[in-house]
């Protein structure tokens, strides 16, 4: 069993930045996929990036140019950079991490884009 937890959420103004950290209980590079959700209000959680265990990144086209996921292997740590934050970026993060058949989520971090 693989445990994540997320941090660094928090309330932002509009076009602000912040940094999302998720630490994984083991070795990230044991995971294949290590991805990262949103869910707002009355929304199905969704898809906002991921990276692959040989580091190969992905981000959903509503937030590429704007959100960046990277790691650091060593800390066994999988961030997300977020900047020019808009309103409807509000919502609970959720980090993934994903091996073999098994699926393993964080509890999340509130992230709020208001003024």
């Known amino acids: 069993q693989v445990q994540l937890v997320e941090s660094g959420g928090g309330l932002v103004q509009p076009g602000g930045s912040l940094t999302l950290s998720c630490v994984a209980s083991?070795?990230?590079?044991?995971?294949?996929?290590m991805n990262w959700y949103r869910q707002s209000p009355g929304n199905q959680r969704a898809f906002v990036a991921r990276?692959?265990?040989?580091?190969?990144?992905f981000t959903t086209e509503s937030v590429k140019g704007r959100f960046t996921i990277s790691r650091d292997t060593a800390r066994n740590t999988v961030f997300l950079q977020m900047s020019s934050l808009k309103p409807e970026d509000t919502a609970v993060y959720y980090c993934?991490?994903?091996?073999?058949?098994?699926?393993?989520w964080g509890q999340g971090t509130q992230v709020t884009v208001s003024s």
């Open positions: 990276i692959t265990r040989s580091g190969g990144t």
């Open positions: 993934n991490g994903v091996r073999a058949a098994n699926s393993y």
């Open positions: 083991e070795s990230i590079l044991g995971l294949e996929i």
